[in-house]
């Protein structure tokens, strides 16, 4: 299996969302859509690779946020060979995408069709379920499906058992190319830290020889990559809490946690250009949104 990486080019910025292309034997498959706004990129990156829209027989989603499997209707017309993998909990909304799209427009509002575009339903009989251990033959591999929620509840990984490739969605952050920083992408309604925690102990048991965050690319070093990750999730949602102990409100809250990250990027050799492509998949705002409902959930179990 031979992976290539399609470069979505999303809000025309390069290096923010990939969708993975496999290719081998049996034809063609996709890890990620991408949104439907970049659907054009996508059907042309396939073209540029010599796949025909018949070849690509598999669409594997690690979640159904609308920047990761955003365009999956529109590819069910385009791609007529193609089924789409996604976990239970993520099914329903891939097959009806209203209350997903319904829930973006509260965060995104007049912005959602120039970011995202339309989300059409996706048929039923074209969606595959799959939980925890369950594999997939796809362009002459194995896929291993990892339930590994913490950004959403219903998030998939995906293992190839052989290169210990490893497709994480969103699970291992967002990190750029050239950067060694991560940032944890938690946005509301559902992040879980203690199950985010939970799910890069599990990738640590994987035990993959290299990450492919869909923001963006492919990074070998996985141990400090993970630590790094747990760390700052940990750090960030401390952080948040302690300035809602204070009294601050959101806005206050984004804007601190933006100057704690811009600083924490700069230790480590990035520059602030590098913060606002890193915002394209996860900006300020929404990411302290995801801390602040957690945050307070979390004290009223208490
Ligand atoms: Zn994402």
Not at 36 to 52: I, M, N, Q, Y
Not at 98 to 124: C, F, H, N, Q
Not at 161 to 180: E, K, N, Y
Request: proline share 6%; glycine share 8%.
């Amino acid at each position: 299996m031979k992976i290539e990486t399609i470069d979505l080019n999303f809000m025309h910025t390069q290096q923010v969302i990939a969708s993975f292309l496999l290719l081998g034997e049996d034809g063609a498959a996709l890890v990620e859509t991408g949104p439907t706004s970049c659907l054009d990129r996508l059907t042309a990156g396939l073209k540029e690779h010599g796949v025909s829209q018949g070849d690509v027989r598999h669409i594997l989603l690690t979640h159904i946020h609308l920047d990761h499997a955003g365009a999956s209707g529109h590819l069910s017309e385009l791609l007529p060979n193609a089924t789409f993998y996604v976990h239970e909990v993520g099914y329903p909304h891939l097959v009806d995408p209203s209350k997903l799209v319904k829930s973006a427009t509260r965060i995104y509002g007049e912005s959602m069709d120039e970011l995202w575009g339309e989300a059409r339903p996706v048929p039923e009989d074209r969606v595959v379920t799959l939980k925890e251990g369950e594999e997939t033959a796809v362009a002459g591999a194995v896929l291993v499906a990892h339930d590994t929620p913490g950004h959403a509840y219903h998030h998939l990984a995906y293992l190839e058992p052989d290169s210990g490739v490893l497709f994480t969605g969103d699970v291992a952050g967002i990190r750029l190319p050239g950067q060694s920083y991560v940032r944890p992408p938690t946005p509301p309604p559902e992040i879980d830290v203690d199950a985010w925690v939970k799910s890069i102990n599990h990738i640590r048991k994987i035990d993959p020889n290299s990450l492919w965050p869909t923001h963006f690319g492919c990074y070998e070093d996985v141990g400090r990559h993970l630590g790094e990750l747990e760390q700052r999730l940990q750090d960030w949602l401390l952080f948040v809490e302690g300035q809602m102990d204070d009294g601050a409100e959101r806005d206050e809250i984004s804007e601190e946690l933006r100057a704690k990250g811009d600083a924490e990027m700069l230790a480590e050799g990035a520059d602030t250009t590098q913060s606002e492509h890193y915002d394209l998949a996860g900006s300020y705002p929404m990411l302290t949104d995801g801390l602040m409902r957690y945050a307070t959930r979390r004290r009223e179990k208490r």
